[in-house]
């Protein structure tokens, strides 16, 4: 298991070291010539209106919480779902319970309009 | 070998610490948060703790430091470098921050840690699961309780908003 | 003969046992973990090179139009032009953007379209790294890119960027959770979190054991990769290219590497976990026949991804979130109770994979059912047309 992840290791380092090279020779080749038009924020082609902040939605925030929760959720359900073929039936019993509770916690999400945009 | 790996990780972990908080811009202390999360996953997998390791990252870097990134967005506090980093109360704070240290070097020098000569069995993921359903079910059964009232308690801030 | 047989594997052997005449261990293992790595991290530039031409060429052919045919024989060679254009254009950085986390962005997105090629078995005992956790490593690298593309948006000074990356991310993590619990049902079905595990337990390929499951992941699928119907992202109607909109020359390059990148490695993905993988008839005896057959059904995935992209229109963002909340997560956790249920009932292993299917498809009529049920109130109520 360590060699595994020696080449985890060594990959890794590869896989960042192609689009570095790839810059570097693009960064060679190409012509460099700045001037304020092309340096200008793009905005559908016209001047840009105001400070390049936006006000942030809070739904994107709560997306990412209820995202949270199932993803522990799923970290949960994966030791579970390769032990499961030696385990007895109370496994059935106590992974239905923790899915419905969740369940529960999604029902509530959807009908205090959280899920919506 | 292990011990090379071990100390260019932590080096790696700890100056990534380090930058989170000495970071101008409240953006990048988030990336060097996700780099010493990475960090950490890889002092996991050394080891030889995979199933956590992945786990860390998918938690910790795939929801928990986009949480913290959104949360950033929320709050207007990102695109401001020119606060003054060192408040007047930094002499005090570097006092008590060695006094800390040292303390802790003493007492993690003084416990008898227990060493793991047994190997890792190669069914742990195995033996984990069954211990959710087995041993600590009543831990697991409330963690989901848990999870749903932090969705419940989040939900409900988030929409007074 | 017998050589042939396991044509790929014996290679591997007879390279290894040469250089380790003169080399110590150490570099012998250490040489075949850079020589596995470069072949690997070429995966997304090959898949781009061969499936922007595909797709060129399938999008308009459904079109009713041939698609690029100058560029050499039947416009194959399409894909070069193109790269030779990125190379040499000129890379223009917005002021004011925040250069190194602009700079990282691309070559973070591009390193993780390779790395998720690490733990995909090509054949019978041919994965680089078949890692005890192989799907689990599958998803986190998922969230890499998640990040990159986050920094893509922050640091390109643009409110458009911005925008498009938020909604990207949120994309990304609605539908990443339908994705998981589908991957942890085949995982249930399987018992090991494996890849190569995965592939040998497929006797019957579990598109046909697990519909329900089949189904959410691919639409999932699509979904983490951008694609339409639901590429929302960066419809050029809507938000221009989205969060890498300020980038150009072979940054803008590593981002289009990174999507066809992504998308071939989804449908790998999709075929080790629900088609089988490097199965197919003959192969027990002749192994060297694996890689074959996977590249076959990687090619047949990616057809249907690019024929759905071709027919169906763009989803709006409402939709497309609600979607992944309100439909895939409960159709995925239902699957998943009843896969864990059936295999808890004493009957052999045969007729349990028989009620998979048959829940399964239970599952997907119910929920088509309430979506149709949903739609036509929707309609009512808002007094539209019929058609």
């Known amino acids: 298991m360590p060699s595994q992840y020696a080449f985890i290791g060594v990959f890794l380092l590869v896989a960042l070291a192609l689009p570095i090279i790839g810059l570097v020779l693009a960064w060679l080749i190409r012509p460099k010539k700045p001037n304020f038009a092309k340096n200008a924020t793009y905005e559908c082609g016209m001047e840009t209106i105001g400070d390049s902040w936006v006000q942030f939605k809070a739904q994107y925030y709560l997306y990412a919480l209820i995202f949270v929760v199932f993803d522990v959720e799923a970290v949960f359900i994966f030791p579970w779902a390769v032990a499961y073929g030696k385990l007895g039936l109370y496994a059935l019993v106590e992974m239905v319970l923790f899915i419905l509770i969740l369940l529960g916690g999604l029902l509530y999400a959807w009908r205090k309009k959280a899920l919506d945009w | ?161 | 003969m017998y050589y042939i047989q396991d044509l790929f594997v014996n290679i591997a052997r007879s390279w290894t046992s040469w250089i380790s005449g003169f080399l110590p261990l150490w570099a012998v293992s250490g040489v075949n973990y850079l020589i596995m790595a470069v072949i690997l991290v070429m995966m997304p530039v090959l898949a781009t090179l061969t499936l922007t031409w595909m797709e060129r060429k399938v999008i308009g052919r459904i079109q009713n139009r041939i698609g690029p045919n100058r560029v050499g024989p039947f416009g194959i060679f399409q894909a070069f032009a193109d790269a030779v254009k990125m190379l040499v254009k000129e890379d223009v950085i917005p002021t004011d953007a925040d250069r190194p986390v602009f700079n990282l962005a691309p070559i973070l997105i591009a390193a993780g379209a390779a790395l998720l090629w690490a733990v995909i078995p090509f054949g019978r005992g041919m994965a680089a790294a078949d890692l005890n956790v192989g799907v689990l490593y599958i998803i986190a690298i998922g969230s890499m890119t998640m990040i990159a593309m986050l920094m893509a948006g922050w640091s390109s000074n643009n409110k458009y960027a911005l925008i498009g990356a938020f909604r990207a991310v949120a994309q990304l993590l609605s539908y990443e959770v339908p994705m998981v619990l589908s991957i942890a049902t085949v995982a249930l079905v399987v018992g090991s979190m494996r890849m190569g595990a995965v592939v040998e337990a497929q006797v019957v390929p579990f598109v046909v054991v697990l519909p329900a499951t089949f189904v959410v992941y691919l639409m999932a699928g699509i979904a983490e990769t951008g694609r339409s119907p639901f590429d929302l992202l960066e419809a050029e109607s809507e938000i221009v290219a989205g969060y890498f909109v300020e980038y150009s020359g072979l940054k803008f390059g590593w981002f289009y590497i990174a999507e066809y990148g992504n998308l071939f490695a989804i449908s790998a993905i999709v075929t080790t976990l629900f088609l089988g993988g490097w199965r197919g008839p003959g192969v027990s005896a002749v192994p060297a026949l694996g890689p074959f057959y996977f590249i076959a059904k990687i090619v047949a995935v990616v057809f249907l991804m690019m024929w759905i992209r071709g027919t169906w229109p763009r989803v709006r963002i409402d939709q497309m979130l609600g979607l992944a909340w309100k439909v895939l997560v409960p159709v995925s956790l239902a699957n998943l109770l009843w896969v864990a249920f059936v295999m808890k009932l004493p009957l052999p292993t045969a007729l349990q994979w028989v009620l998979f299917v048959v829940g399964g498809l239970a599952v997907l009529a119910v929920a088509l059912g309430l979506l149709g049920r949903a739609g036509r109130r929707h309609v009512a109520s808002k007094g539209m047309v019929q058609t």
Do not use: C
């Open chain 2, 1 to 161: 070998m292990q011990q090379v790996i071990f100390i260019v990780l932590s080096l790696l972990t700890l100056s990534a610490a380090v930058m989170v908080v000495a970071s101008r811009s409240l953006f990048r202390s988030a990336l060097w948060l996700i780099l010493a999360f990475a960090g950490i996953a890889m002092l996991f997998i050394l080891l030889q703790a995979e199933f956590l390791a992945f786990v860390h990252i998918l938690i910790y870097i795939g929801a928990i430091a986009i949480l913290i990134i959104f949360a950033i967005m929320l709050s207007r506090g990102v695109m401001d470098p020119n606060e003054p980093r060192f408040n007047d109360q930094w002499r005090l704070v570097i006092g008590f921050g060695a006094l800390l240290f040292v303390g802790l070097v003493v007492i993690m020098l003084r416990i008898p840690w227990p060493v793991n000569i047994v190997a890792v069995p190669a069914d742990a993921i195995q033996l984990l699961g069954a211990d959710f359903v087995g041993t600590y079910v009543i831990p697991f059964e409330v963690a989901s309780v848990l999870l749903v009232a932090a969705l419940i308690g989040a939900i409900v801030i988030a929409r007074e908003h």
